[in-house]
């Protein structure tokens, strides 16, 4: 008679250090407070981002100066930078951008960045693809729009180089018009006058006739926003470390409201829901830190960003 084999299960891996009651609930707080502060981190990134700009909206840097580089957009969750790009663009850069609810309007040009012009698109149905608006040879960036009017004010470039000029489209006429020299285009209400940069001063200029209007002195250093919707103009002072407001009502000059302190010095400004949104490289790290109020939040940029660039609040 055989006798019966006794089999003894193999001993657990874990059977020899087993833990204790006590031991089990210890990492089981552990493990609930790791992923408690985990999602919690990520809430408040996306809680910072969103405070920034009001729902609907989205930050975003493109070049106002040579070198060009493609758009990009801020990821308000995490902080990155993801290129913006528009349904029907094939292997063309989009440079630039302006959004409405119902139409996109772009800068779009070669990747070897030589060449640009604007474009159209039905947002609510972009498969009927880009409707080409001009047709000149001329590199265009730097692009303000205005929903009232329909006019769009961008910089262009030729194609030999020089000097960049003001150029304003109408989509009236469906021409372009050289408005004279000039850099950091915003088109007031209306399409009558485009508030510029030209020669170390802010300057509103009369699109149908081509005067100037001095607004303001600018220090080297110096940046300006300009919030057409509610007719405002930020500064920054670098002498006084002060952002002073301005009301340009009248188009054609500046009337000082207030001044407040800045915690540092802003490479960039931009007006988001009438609110003034800053942007500032951190020199330790190399991230750019958007400041609204006393909200703050981190970009962190893979690759040093352009040298000249602007920051732009978009409807989503």
Known sequence: ????????????QH???????????????????????????????????????????MVTIASDGLPLAAMQRIDLEDGSLVPLNTEGQGT????????????????????GFSRSNLYRQDR?????????????????????YDDLSGVAAYV???????????????????????????????????????????DGKVMSVNVE??????????????????????MKLALYVPALGTIQQFSIANSVGASFESAIQAPSAPGEMAFS?????TGTIDAGTGELVLARGDETFRVHPPAPLPGDYKLSILHD
């Not at 008679?1 to 657990?12: E, G, Q, V």
């Not at 552990?30 to 910072?48: D, E, K, P, S, T």
């Not at 030729?158 to 408005?179: F, M, N, R």
């Open 92 to 111: 063309a850069v989009v440079l630039d951008a302006a959004h409405t609810d119902a139409k996109g309007y772009y800068l779009i040009g070669d990747p």
């Open 273 to 277: 829901g009438g609110a003034l949104v």
């Open 1 to 12: 008679m055989d006798t019966p084999t006794t089999i003894t299960p193999a001993a657990s």
């Open 124 to 144: 609510e149905n972009p498969g009927v693809g880009l409707e080409e608006l001009t047709h000149s040879t001329t590199l265009k960036f730097d692009l303000a």
């Open 209 to 230: 006739t081509g005067e100037a209007y001095e607004l303001l002195s600018l220090a080297p250093d110096a940046v300006f926003a300009v919030d057409a919707q509610n």
């Open 15 to 57: 059977s020899k250090f087993p833990l204790t009651p006590i031991q089990r609930r210890s990492l089981a707080i552990v493990v609930l407070i790791a992923a408690v502060a985990l999602i919690g981190y990520f809430a408040y990134r996306h809680w910072q981002g969103s405070q920034l700009v009001p729902a609907g909206q």
């Open 156 to 198: 262009s470039v030729p194609e030999a180089g020089g000097d960049g000029h003001i150029t304003v489209w109408s989509p009236l006429t469906k021409k372009e018009t050289d408005i004279g020299a000039g850099m950091h285009p915003v088109l007031l209400p209306g399409g009558f006058f485009v508030v510029l940069e030209r």
